[in-house]
């Protein structure tokens, strides 16, 4: 298995699937005939059962070979959304510290969809492509302000010592909640894209002119 093999595998386990498309957005886009060269790439993987495929999406959907993630799963939909936001947020930066639904504490707190740091600032993702009620909304930003005053988050290490910061709910959504909160800062966007024109001074700019300017986020 060589290197780009490996890094499409720790993709896979990272994001549980992915489609055709984004495997090629993230492994071969560079190359001069990038869906012959991933076509053959995975198929070689699927051969040597390393990766297994959800025929029923067109083109494939790509898993590792144990997942246990059944064909007609909706979470399946659900996670090549949180995909699609990771591959958004690359157009302007690299993400670190990227978690797909990490377990910040047990069962019945916050379970965010992503949490990574992304221009130097901590978010954790929510990404709601169904629509919900307003009460079910705050709920879930309440127990963020649960998690906000048991100050687990502290202890992160990515937290600076000399400045611990809880990290920005951004929810992906098309629609915009009446929610408010005291001790959390919460943003509603429809996708990346509108999250960097709320904060960026040049909202015409192309994405390319943005990362060559060196533009960062700051959210006071």
């Not at 055709?20 to 699927?46: A, D, E, G, M, Y």
């Not at 494939?60 to 997942?67: K, L, N, R």
């Amino acid at each position: 298995m060589n290197k780009r093999d490996k890094a499409i595998l720790d993709d896979l386990i990272r994001f549980r699937v992915l489609s055709r498309n984004q495997i090629i957005t993230l492994h071969f886009s560079h190359l001069k005939n990038p869906v012959s060269n991933c076509n053959l790439v995975l198929k070689r993987l699927q051969d040597r059962n390393y990766i297994r495929s959800y025929k029923s999406f067109q083109p494939y959907v790509y898993a590792p070979y144990e997942s246990k993630i059944k064909d007609n799963s909706q979470k399946i939909f659900h996670f090549l959304s949180i995909v699609d936001t990771y591959i958004e947020l690359t157009k302007y930066d690299t993400p670190s510290n990227v978690l797909i639904e990490p377990k910040f504490g047990q069962k019945g707190t916050i379970e965010c969809d992503m949490f990574c740091l992304f221009r130097n600032t901590p978010f954790m993702i929510e990404i709601q492509r169904n629509q919900y009620s307003e009460k079910v909304m705050q709920s879930k930003i309440e127990r963020y302000e649960q998690f906000y005053l048991s100050n687990i988050w502290q202890q992160f290490h990515w937290q600076r010592q000399n400045k611990k910061v809880f990290p920005i709910v951004l929810m992906i959504t098309d629609t915009h909640y009446q929610i408010t909160s005291e001790y959390i800062k919460v943003v509603q966007v429809p996708n990346i894209n509108s999250l960097m024109n709320m904060f960026s001074p040049m909202k015409k700019a192309s994405t390319s002119n943005l990362a060559k300017q060196g533009i960062k986020i700051k959210i006071n």
